[in-house]
């Protein structure tokens, strides 16, 4: 066996998995298969990037048939938990980020999260990002948000094409920041500030609003003044909050 697959029942065997008499047991065990391969990667007993056992041998591991065992493992790849490989068999996936990233996504459909209180943990997470990048980004990539900028202002009458640069501008500073866990957080969340930056730019004048405030943020970062870019994102991600507001509003009044 290559010395980077890990035998799951190593360091805390997998118990039996008892049958249960529900409407659909095949489900029931292949729940409780995911349960333990979560707790196996959670104790440390699986790490990124470590095959898992043969089907075979996590069959007879598991004591479970092979459709329940490939059913929980076809879930889990899904969820990005596990990265399965043709010729190279299934492993624990190195980035977790898909898997975050599901799960914010799928709190947020479901209302668990709501959009309007992701734009207020923007404004905080944000502000610092725009102050950290005033002090460490790059010539080059300070160059890449002014053209970005440009592109917008090229982009007026082009709600979908504004939006997607708007997005790309705020990852742009994200990265500039040289903070790996906020930019891992606002990349977690792309999708949701996706849908939140479309929904302001469909007020009347948002879009060459929203253009002026990424000047003055540019400009800030260009000038390498921490608190000056600070201070601009945070008025701009404050009135994407009152434009988002009132987005609302008009919906519920109709």
Same mark, same amino acid.
């Given at each position: 066996?290559?010395?980077d @697959?890990?035998q ?10 008892a049958?249960k008499s ?6 029931s ?11 196996? !990667?959670?104790? $440390?007993?699986l ?8 089907? /075979?041998?996590?069959?007879k591991?598991?004591?479970?048939? =092979?459709?329940?065992? /490939?059913?929980a493992?076809?879930?889990?790849? +899904?969820?990005?938990v596990?990265?399965? /490989?043709? $010729?190279e068999? @299934? ?9 975050l990233?599901?799960?914010m996504?799928?709190?947020?459909i @479901? $209302?668990r999260?709501d959009? =309007?209180?992701?734009m ?6 944000? $502000?610092?990002?725009a ?17 970005l900028v440009l592109r917008?202002?090229?982009?007026? %009458?082009?709600a ?7 997005l790309?501008?705020?990852? =742009? +500073?994200? %990265?500039?920041s /040289? ?6 957080m606002?990349?977690?969340? %792309? ?12 007020l009347?004048?948002?879009i060459?609003?929203s ?11 260009? =000038?390498?003044?921490p ?7 945070q ?6 909050i009152?434009?988002?507001?009132s987005?609302?509003?008009? !919906?519920h009044?109709?």
């Open positions: 066996m290559p010395k @697959t890990l799951i029942g190593q360091a805390v065997p997998p118990r039996r998995i049958r529900a409407a659909s047991p095949k489900a065990i292949s729940d409780e298969i995911v349960r333990q391969v979560m707790k196996q !990667i959670s104790s $440390g007993n790490q990124p990037g470590q095959r898992l056992p043969s089907e /075979r041998e996590l069959c591991q598991f004591q479970a048939g =092979r459709s329940s065992l /490939r059913e493992l076809r879930c889990l790849s +899904i969820m990005g596990l990265t399965a /490989r043709v $010729g068999g @299934t492993s624990v996936a190195v980035d977790g980020n898909k898997f990233g599901t799960v996504e799928w709190r947020v @479901t $209302g999260y959009l =309007r209180n992701l207020e943990v923007r404004l905080a997470l944000e $502000g610092v990002a102050a950290s990048a005033a002090e460490r980004a790059s010539p080059e990539e300070i160059a890449e948000m002014e053209d917008m202002r090229d982009s007026l %009458r082009d979908k094409r504004f939006s997607a640069l708007d790309d501008f705020h990852l =742009r +500073i994200a %990265r500039a /040289r903070n790996q866990v906020l930019l891992d606002l990349t977690l969340v %792309r999708s949701q500030l996706a849908q939140t930056v479309a929904t302001v730019l469909k009347k004048n948002a060459p609003l253009l002026k405030e990424h000047e003055a943020l540019v400009k800030a970062v260009r =000038r390498r003044n608190e000056a870019a600070r201070r601009a994102m008025a701009h991600l404050t009135a994407a009152r434009r988002f507001d987005t609302q509003e008009k !919906i009044t109709v």
